[in-house]
């Protein structure tokens, strides 16, 4: 019994494999240019570049603001003390 269900199943398995093949022949599939894809990705790769840059010039900007805002508090507590 087993083995005439495995028989049905590959049998099934196969037509559907070849009903899926003549399917796909008459079918008519969009296709993009590799010029088009190599501009997507060219332009993909620029534009996580520039918010690279963008986030590493916000941040060191802000860093830079921390550090002389730190710097001009610890003047003002020295000219206390004094």
Do not use: W
Not at 31 to 42: F, L
Not at 60 to 74: F, G, L, P
């Amino acid at each position: 019994m087993a083995q005439n269900a495995l028989c049905v199943f590959l049998f099934l398995c196969f037509y559907e494999m070849a009903l899926a093949a003549e399917s796909h022949e008459s079918a008519y599939c969009y296709k993009i240019e590799p010029s088009t894809m190599v501009g997507i990705v060219i332009g993909d790769v620029v534009l996580t570049v520039l918010i690279v840059i963008t986030v590493y010039h916000c941040a060191s900007r802000r860093r830079r603001q921390r550090d002389e805002a730190d710097k001009v508090y610890m003047n003002v507590r020295a000219n206390c003390k004094a």
